[in-house]
């Protein structure tokens, strides 16, 4: 309540959304989601610099593993996608920044910016989208992570050991366990360290990609991948996913010293990002050709094996990390709907949820064990309509007179009508090879079945050989 007037702008259901997020006191505190609950950094302490590392630190580590494929199976063609995908996404990053300048007077103590942002433009649907999307991109973020750290755990197994029993899929599980630990404790993204961290991770890592493809040379049978229009469409919807992240802009633009310098920000962000992935995109697309991986990680010649467990280690180390930053504010969520007491760590009904939402986590990563293929569904819908489709929507709603509004209007129609096609494409290409048959002749979803009885096989194996060394001590 603002003096009275701030009820006289807001709607019936914009009081019930303000009334809902005062409520949410103590457990809002402690709810250290960067994406739906509020930033721990102390509010109004943020400088443009320090926003610009929590959104490059938010989703840039799958990009850079996934990068040098997509630009390999879209041609040189994939350059120029990529730069329309930044300038778009810069656009519409700058338009929810406006969003949140119109209507953050309506809500000052709003705990979700966005979808304080969509109640206002379209009242409960228009939160209700933004929460979907929101939600959907953390549960397919979090697995496409897993997928990741289960990827670095195999093959490092493997380099290093010459460990070839432990298969992928229980690495999966494997991961997913230590995921579950970490989970169990907090969500690790509580300081400004996280961010930090996870950036100086991303540009280790990258240099020493780009070094090891270096190193490994260019490949003997080399020849550019034929683009296709389905691969073409699935490297789109990874540029989606690697420059997506906007429901958690308006998070950091409210804890900002200055707000109005978020878009600063932005730019500095993405420009980074660029830093990030044009390097060791063109090395590998230019080493390797049709024959890079979807992880760049396994195309670096396993014999140079300091280098490999090097990379691989700290790849897991940042995947393992962003999962349980994209993981808690689902699991919080739920938590808070169920009346989970929020400060026992181990509570019968904490413990059930986080194990639940690891479990379904698990199907996911079984059932599409591939991160790029997550990347692209997830990239093709919900950060989308995320990034390209209500940013715009909202603002041609909100939007106050100026001279600019007729071009700025335009600009909103024409990046709602890029997301729409970007969104229809992607989500057929991916969804049409997921569905499809990989080079196994299975589908995806076929091999759900396998993976599982493939990992309690696997996991069984294991137990009954530390089973037979403990006896064998005794």
């Known amino acids: 309540m603002v003096d009275g007037i701030k009820l006289k702008r ?35 302490k943020m400088g443009i610099f320090a926003t610009a590392l929590f959104i490059v630190g938010e989703m840039t580590g799958s990009g850079i593993l996934g990068v040098p494929q997509a630009l390999a199976y879209s041609g040189y063609s994939g350059f120029a996608l990529m730069f329309l995908c930044v300038a778009v996404a810069t656009y519409t990053g700058l338009t929810l920044s406006r969003n949140w300048m119109h209507v953050r007077d309506q809500y000052p103590r ?21 929460q979907v999307c929101a939600n959907v991109t953390l549960v397919g973020g979090c697995c496409a992570y897993i997928l990741i750290a289960a990827q670095s755990l195999s093959r490092f197994l493997f380099i290093e050991f010459e460990v070839d029993c432990i298969g992928y899929r229980t690495c999966v599980a494997i991961m997913a366990l230590v995921f579950l630990v970490v989970l169990l404790f907090g969500s690790g993204g509580d300081s400004l360290l996280v961010p930090v961290l996870a950036t100086v991770l991303s540009v280790t890592f990258t240099l020493l990609i780009i070094y090891g493809i270096f190193q490994t040379g260019k490949s003997p049978n080399f020849q550019p991948y034929q683009v296709t229009a389905k691969s073409w469409f699935l490297s789109f919807g990874k540029f989606l996913f690697a420059f997506g992240g906007h429901s958690a802009f308006p998070n950091f633009q409210k804890e900002m010293k200055k707000p109005r310098d978020f878009p600063g920000s932005v730019i500095i962000a993405f420009l980074m990002k660029l830093v990030l992935y044009i390097p060791v995109g063109i090395t590998g697309m230019l080493f ?13 010649d396993p014999q140079f094996k300091a280098l490999n467990a090097c990379i691989l280690l700290l790849v897991a180390v940042q995947a393992i990390m962003s999962a349980t930053i994209l993981g808690n504010p689902v699991a919080a969520m739920i938590e808070g709907a169920i009346g989970a007491p929020h400060k026992q760590l181990f509570s019968a009904k904490r ?31 919900t950060i989308n309509t995320a990034v390209f489709i209500l940013p715009s929507l909202f603002h041609i709603k909100l939007a106050k007179k100026d001279k600019w509004l007729t071009f700025k209007k335009t600009l909103d129609a024409l990046s709602i009508t890029f997301g729409m096609g970007a969104g229809i494409v992607c989500t057929y290409a991916s969804v049409s090879h997921i569905c499809g048959r990989d080079e196994h002749s299975h589908s ?17 194996h294991i137990v009954d050989e530390m089973n037979i060394h403990t006896a064998t001590f005794n």
């Open 10 to 44: 807001v709607s019936q259901s914009g009081r019930d959304l303000e009334m809902e997020y005062e409520l949410e006191d103590e457990y809002e505190s402690i709810e250290t989601s960067l994406l739906e609950g509020k930033s721990s950094v102390d509010p109004g």
């Open 110 to 130: 709003c705990a979700k910016p966005y979808q304080c942002i969509g109640n206002s433009a379209f009242g409960k649907c228009g939160e209700v989208a933004v």
């Open 288 to 300: 390797f050709g049709d024959c890079v991986k979807p992880n760049i990680l396994h195309n670096i």
């Open 351 to 381: 413990v059930a949820v986080r194990i639940g939402y690891v479990a379904v986590a698990i199907v996911v990563c079984e059932a599409i064990p591939r991160f790029d293929l997550i990347m692209a569904l997830i990239g093709g819908t």
């Open 444 to 460: 995806y979803f076929q091999q759900l079945t396998v993976g599982i009885v493939c990992t309690y096989a696997s996991v069984s």
